[in-house]
């Protein structure tokens, strides 16, 4: 590990202050993705700006839903009765990921931005990886990709982001809060988390400075209806092969009136399945239409030789997640 400056910040103001005053400063709150980077040093910042002084971690809800402050950590979210009330989509989400000491750490918006688990780029001794060193090339292109995209991905980058909560998150319609020095600015989670194209090292839309604030959790429609599924290779502590978060609509014929549907383990970000989105409206819920109509939107999946597999995975997660959300399983 290389030696850094720490600067702790008294506010949210100060933070960006101390980060725009050097080009290779970082933030830091809880830690818990950033330590391990620095200690295998992949990351090496000038200096880390800690952030948890900002003031940054209620939670609030209302009528038009919540409000997560970015340094809420994941147990604070998950045990509120507010958050467990409104959305229990996102508590199951929360609850999955890694392990409870470090959900006590981990932060909303940390999780958010923490960066792949593709073995390559976690490799001790540095292998090609255009996420470390751009333009090195992408090793698991030809390499071990069991885990690796099935979805947007291109030949310079084949990695997935390992959130739980942002799968959940998209498929809530979630926003994500930003500032800089030059002002406010909110995007949705497609906007902020960015696929490779010949760019990988640029995984976010943030810009230098620019730090997370809030996530923006729309209410849920009146009567929806909600699941979040893990598949992976053990059941606890382990990031996800596939996940898969619904938010369906169901009308008194037991037959979907709306629907939305985000992977997890597939791509670079959550990956919304819209066409299959679109074609579930009207259908009923079993597992025959419902299948059908969730393929539509694996014809766009590309497989490599090793992760063939999470097409089919990745199908059945989908429908097996639709019906128990719809209260068919």
């Given at each position: 590990m290389r030696d850094f400056d720490y600067v702790r910040a008294t506010g949210s103001d100060h933070a960006i202050e101390a980060l725009a005053a050097r080009p290779g400063a970082r933030p830091v709150a809880g830690g818990t993705d950033l330590l391990t980077l620095l200690k295998d040093g992949i990351e090496a910042p000038e200096a880390l700006v800690d952030i948890t002084g900002t003031g940054l971690g209620a939670v609030e809800h209302g009528p038009d839903g919540l409000t997560l402050g970015a340094l809420a950590t994941l147990s604070r979210v998950a045990a509120d009765p507010?958050?467990?009330?409104?959305?229990?989509?996102?508590?199951?989400?929360?609850?999955?990921?890694?392990?409870?000491?470090?959900?006590?750490?981990?932060?909303?918006?940390?999780?958010?931005?923490?960066?792949?688990?593709?073995?390559?780029?976690?490799?001790?001794?540095?292998?090609?990886?255009?996420?470390?060193?751009?333009?090195?090339?992408?090793s698991a292109v030809d390499g071990e990709h069991r885990a690796a995209a099935i979805f947007g991905w291109t030949g310079h980058c084949v990695a997935t982001h390992p959130s739980d909560p942002a799968v959940a998150l998209s498929a809530a319609d979630a926003r994500v809060r930003v500032r800089s020095a030059g002002g406010e600015r909110t995007l949705a989670l497609d906007e902020l988390l960015r696929l490779p194209g010949d760019t990988p090292d640029r995984e976010t839309a943030l810009d230098h400075a620019e730090l997370i604030t809030a996530v923006e959790v729309p209410a849920l429609p009146a009567g929806s209806r909600s699941c979040y599924l893990k598949v992976r290779e053990r059941a606890s502590y382990e990031f996800a092969l596939v996940s898969c978060a619904v938010v369906l609509g169901v009308d008194g014929r037991k037959r979907i009136s709306q629907a939305r549907i985000a992977l997890g383990g597939v791509a670079a970000r959550p990956w919304r399945l819209v066409e299959a989105e679109r074609a579930l409206v009207g259908v009923e819920l079993t597992a025959v239409p419902v299948r059908a109509a969730v393929e539509r939107s694996f014809a766009a999946a590309e497989a490599l030789p090793g992760n063939a597999f999470k097409v089919e995975v990745g199908i059945r997660t989908a429908v097996r997640a639709v019906l128990t959300a719809g209260g068919a399983r």
């Amino acid at each position: 590990m290389r030696d850094f400056d720490y600067v702790r910040a008294t506010g949210s103001d100060h933070a960006i202050e101390a980060l725009a005053a050097r080009p290779g400063a970082r933030p830091v709150a809880g830690g818990t993705d950033l330590l391990t980077l620095l200690k295998d040093g992949i990351e090496a910042p000038e200096a880390l700006v800690d952030i948890t002084g900002t003031g940054l971690g209620a939670v609030e809800h209302g009528p038009d839903g919540l409000t997560l402050g970015a340094l809420a950590t994941l147990s604070r979210v998950a045990a509120d009765p507010a958050v467990r009330a409104s959305h229990p989509l996102l508590v199951q989400a929360v609850e999955s990921a890694a392990s409870p000491q470090l959900r006590n750490m981990a932060t909303i918006g940390g999780n958010l931005l923490q960066r792949t688990r593709c073995p390559y780029f976690r490799a001790e001794t540095a292998l090609p990886c255009n996420r470390r060193t751009p333009g090195s090339g992408c090793s698991a292109v030809d390499g071990e990709h069991r885990a690796a995209a099935i979805f947007g991905w291109t030949g310079h980058c084949v990695a997935t982001h390992p959130s739980d909560p942002a799968v959940a998150l998209s498929a809530a319609d979630a926003r994500v809060r930003v500032r800089s020095a030059g002002g406010e600015r909110t995007l949705a989670l497609d906007e902020l988390l960015r696929l490779p194209g010949d760019t990988p090292d640029r995984e976010t839309a943030l810009d230098h400075a620019e730090l997370i604030t809030a996530v923006e959790v729309p209410a849920l429609p009146a009567g929806s209806r909600s699941c979040y599924l893990k598949v992976r290779e053990r059941a606890s502590y382990e990031f996800a092969l596939v996940s898969c978060a619904v938010v369906l609509g169901v009308d008194g014929r037991k037959r979907i009136s709306q629907a939305r549907i985000a992977l997890g383990g597939v791509a670079a970000r959550p990956w919304r399945l819209v066409e299959a989105e679109r074609a579930l409206v009207g259908v009923e819920l079993t597992a025959v239409p419902v299948r059908a109509a969730v393929e539509r939107s694996f014809a766009a999946a590309e497989a490599l030789p090793g992760n063939a597999f999470k097409v089919e995975v990745g199908i059945r997660t989908a429908v097996r997640a639709v019906l128990t959300a719809g209260g068919a399983r």
